[in-house]
């Protein structure tokens, strides 16, 4: 319910400078990937976009510690970053459930299994299988081996169940005003997503080098790393902004009772922490 | 180490400097075009989306001219069949992503403050970007049409391996675009919720809302549930033809299927993202003009509550002929057909609203009306559709065609010219001139079904879609056709005339324009002040 005070800001003219960034990065990208361009268009816009981010996080933090925004601003944030978590929670769940209709339905069908037995006619050696080492036509190689889910995916695992106490051991601390202990934890939970990434580039690495597994052996390879590398993309923004939370602990920039910015990037880190669970099991153990 | 600030940072503190910086929203906004790239103001931001969402409508008209010149006769006369296939799949991207959805969103970002009383959009910046996202998306997306090898040919609904194996270079720009596009949409649909959630004036309940700002919660809900979804099956197309996955192949083990699944899980839902606002807006404007009352207020929200969620799974209706196991054929059938009670519910609650009402017939009211009675047309084709084994006649014909631009054009648009024509007095303070909006109106009636019900017709009797050329005996339909479409295109320059003159001048219209109109957006001056409700209202529930 409005109280009166609300904030509405003037003018800015970060939005506008971000959307020509945006639009110059995707353009940048087409020309590379269609016409083999140099990846200079590119860069230019997502510089653009990266200081846009930063001068618009500015302004906000400033108006923020400025007092202007009074606790209807608050939930704004609260709505406007939950919402946003329910996309990107519907964005993985099209990966997911591309997986998941890949495995249940689309391979089996291939290999003959029930009404759909024409499929077979196409290539009638095809034996179904999960994970697919043998996509149905020989032009596409698939993957030599698969990695067990008890190695290098359970480290990653339990770093990032790990990360996820940390990070609400250093929230607890914020919460009492002990910004001190604060900052201890929070430092370990960005060293274990620093160590998270790390893990997961060598695992790639292994991929490659080892088991064959790449973006082009068939369908495993292909959902493997659309998954892995969107959550990859997740931990790498979410180390981000944690470092950036980081920082501004150690400026004392949040109060007892008012640190939505905190409490927004930790429930990030906690979704992609959930997400990963969900790798683990479906892509990795099942 | 000693901390460089205090720990907490108390409000009080600063509460100079607070009322130093909030001075300047009052001051006189930057002039010229810098006041369009910069503002953070609902009403402006909002007649940007409207001015945007017009421009585009008439780009996409042309496209569909284009298409109904080349099938005035058969035979091929006019254009080649490669650029006949850019047109149909230009044509409707452009309506769907860049007239119909941004059109909706502007009048969202107008009224839904007004509304609820509330001093702007819960996120004003956001709100900026969001607008400006949508002409950087659609540049790119026109400009598609210039590279080598030609824009997108494969249709709105892009199917892949149309879309990916035996796609034009330019796809992948499409694609990038489309992104453009989404982030857009889920951006705004966030602010509208945390604006409808948050920023309702005091004593206004959830059920105290217009029905124009309860469809548009649904809708948010929507678009924030799917447009990721697009987003993550554009990706895969994008990985298909860049880096060599095999998603929508099956050589390497995916499915082009799955990809349909995918586009549908999004599609279907989409069509009510562009429908439900046209009923909320219908829902204010028959009420108005009968003077009564909204009948059974409670359930048409609930209505539209089952709607928007039967819609997530009913996806595979578009997909009756691909070959699913006959469980799905019959799963989805019935699914569809459900969703056809609380449309039912909807239907009735406006004709009952009618009822002893003491009804007059200005512009708003008569483009009401003919959604109501034109869109139940296009509900009931709908419903044949639905039917699994008749589907296998009905598919991908002009039966199809005729159903969807029922459900949009005097569906989705004729809400929006309602809603323009219903508002315009609080927008510019002047009514619109209403012999010109009755020409505009009947003009468009004639031309829209003298396009579209013909199909029904040539579809029927087998005519396929997307094509540029067709056998002799669909000629006659189509001459009708083509006849309706340019009737009904060059009608829309009265609109424009309409719109124009009444920014410049007119009758003078008081706080409240309508005799029978009530919501709190009527509470306010004509035309708005650029800045209202900043102490937010206290709402009064009108005693009947
Ligand atoms: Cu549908």
């Not at chain 2, 992948?172 to 889920?186: K, M, P, Q, V, W």
């Not at chain 2, 959830?206 to 469809?215: E, G, I, Q, R």
């Not at chain 2, 009636?445 to 579809?459: D, Y």
Request: aromatic share 16%.
């Amino acid at each position: 319910m409005s109280g009166g005070t609300y904030y509405v800001p003037a003018t800015s003219r970060w939005p506008i400078l971000g959307s020509v960034a945006l639009g110059i990065m995707m353009f940048g990208i087409g020309m590379q990937l269609v016409y083999d361009a140099s990846s200079i268009i590119m860069l230019v816009g997502l510089v653009g976009i990266l200081s846009v981010m930063g001068f618009w996080f500015r302004d906000v933090v400033r108006e923020s510690r400025g007092g202007l925004y009074d606790t209807q601003m608050d939930r704004s944030f609260r709505w406007g970053m939950g919402w946003f978590i329910f996309s990107e929670a519907m964005f993985f769940a099209a990966f997911f459930g591309a997986l998941f209709y890949i495995r249940t339905f689309a391979v089996p069908w291939l290999g003959g299994e029930g009404e759909k037995g024409i499929s077979a006619l196409l290539w009638p050696d095809f034996v179904p299988q999960w994970p697919l080492m043998n996509p149905p036509d020989e032009a596409v190689v698939g993957p030599r081996g698969i990695f067990s889910p008890w190695q290098l995916p359970l480290v990653n695992t339990l770093i990032l169940v790990t990360s996820s106490i940390t990070l609400t051991v250093a929230h607890e601390a914020l919460k009492e005003g002990h910004r001190k202990i604060c900052r201890n934890w929070l430092t370990g939970t960005v060293l274990l997503g620093l160590c998270f990434i790390l893990i997961q580039g060598l695992e790639y690495y292994e991929a490659y080098a080892h088991y064959g597994i790449t973006l082009e052996a068939g369908i495993f390879g292909a959902t493997f790393f659309i998954l892995t590398g969107f959550h990859g993309v997740h931990v790498i923004v979410g180390t981000i902004i944690l470092t950036v939370m980081l920082v501004r602990v150690h400026q004392g920039h949040f109060a007892k009772e008012n640190h939505f910015a905190f409490e927004a990037a930790s429930w990030y880190w906690h979704f992609v922490d959930v997400v990963w669970i969900g790798l683990f099991i479906f892509v990795y153990v099942i | 180490m000693a901390p460089k600030l205090p720990p907490t940072y108390p409000l009080e503190h600063s509460a100079t400097t607070a009322a130093g910086s909030q001075a300047p929203t009052h001051h006189a906004p930057p002039r010229g075009l810098l006041r369009w790239l910069l503002t953070t103001n609902h009403k402006e931001i909002g007649s940007l989306y409207l001015i945007f969402s017009l421009i585009m409508f008439f780009i996409g008209g042309i496209f569909a001219l284009v298409i109904r010149a080349e099938l005035f006769q058969p035979g091929l006369q006019l254009v080649n069949p490669e650029f006949f296939n850019q047109m149909t799949t230009m044509h409707g991207l452009i309506m769907v992503f860049a007239a119909v959805m941004p059109a909706f969103t502007g009048l969202a970002n107008w009224m839904i403050p007004l509304q609820i009383g509330a001093p702007d959009m819960a996120l004003p910046r956001l709100n900026n970007f969001s607008f400006w996202l949508l002409p950087v998306a659609f540049t790119l997306l026109l400009s598609t049409l210039f590279m080598p090898g030609g824009g997108p040919n494969f249709g709105w609904t892009f199917y892949a391996p149309l879309s990916t194996t035996y796609a034009p270079p330019s796809t992948t720009f499409f694609i990038l675009a489309l992104h453009i596009a989404g982030i857009s949409s889920i951006l705004g649909a966030i602010n509208i919720i945390a604006t409808i959630l948050n920023m309702r004036a005091p004593g206004m309940r959830m059920m105290d809302m217009p029905l124009f700002v309860w469809t548009w919660l649904i809708t948010a809900f929507l678009l924030i549930a799917v447009m990721p979804v697009l987003a993550g099956v554009i990706t895969m197309m994008l990985m298909d033809i860049n880096f060599g996955t095999s998603f929508f192949s099956a050589a390497g083990g995916g499915d082009p299927v799955l990809f349909q699944h995918l586009f549908w899980f999004f599609g279907h839902p989409e069509v009510y993202i562009m429908i439900l606002p046209a009923f909320g807006i219908v829902s204010v404007i028959i009420p108005t003009f009968a003077r009564k009352p909204l009948f059974g207020y409670p359930s048409m929200v609930y209505a539209t509550a089952s709607i928007a969620l039967l819609s997530f799974m009913v996806w595979a209706h578009h997909m009756f002929v691909v070959g699913l196991p006959l469980a799905a054929e019959l799963f989805f059938m019935y699914s569809t057909m459900l969703i056809a009670v609380p449309t039912g519910v909807k239907i009735f609650n406006w004709i009952t609203t009618l009822f002893r009402g003491s009804i007059s017939f200005e512009s708003p009211m008569l483009f009401s009306l003919a959604f109501v009675v034109l869109f139940t047309i296009g509900g009931f084709s709908g419903l044949m559709l639905a039917i699994s084994p008749a589907d296998f006649q009905y598919h991908d014909t002009y039966f199809v065609v005729a159903h969807f631009h029922y459900v949009l054009v005097p569906g989705a648009v004729f809400a929006i010219m309602a809603a323009v024509y219903y508002w315009l007095p609080k927008w510019t303070g002047h009514y619109p001139n209403e012999r010109l909006a009755q020409w505009h109106f009947w003009l468009s009636v004639i031309g829209v079904n003298l396009t579209f019900f013909p199909m029904h017709f040539s579809g029927l009797a087998g005519m396929p879609r997307r094509i540029p050329d067709y056998a002799l005996q669909f000629a006659d339909f189509n001459m009708l056709s083509s006849l309706g479409a340019f009737l009904f295109g060059f009608s829309q320059l009265l609109f424009v005339l309409g719109v124009v003159l009444c920014v410049r001048g007119g009758k003078k219209a008081p706080a409240q324009a309508w005799e029978g109109a009530w919501d709190l957006e009527w509470t306010v001056p004509s035309p708005a002040p650029l800045h209202t409700f900043e102490t937010p209202p206290v709402f009064k529930r009108p005693t009947p």
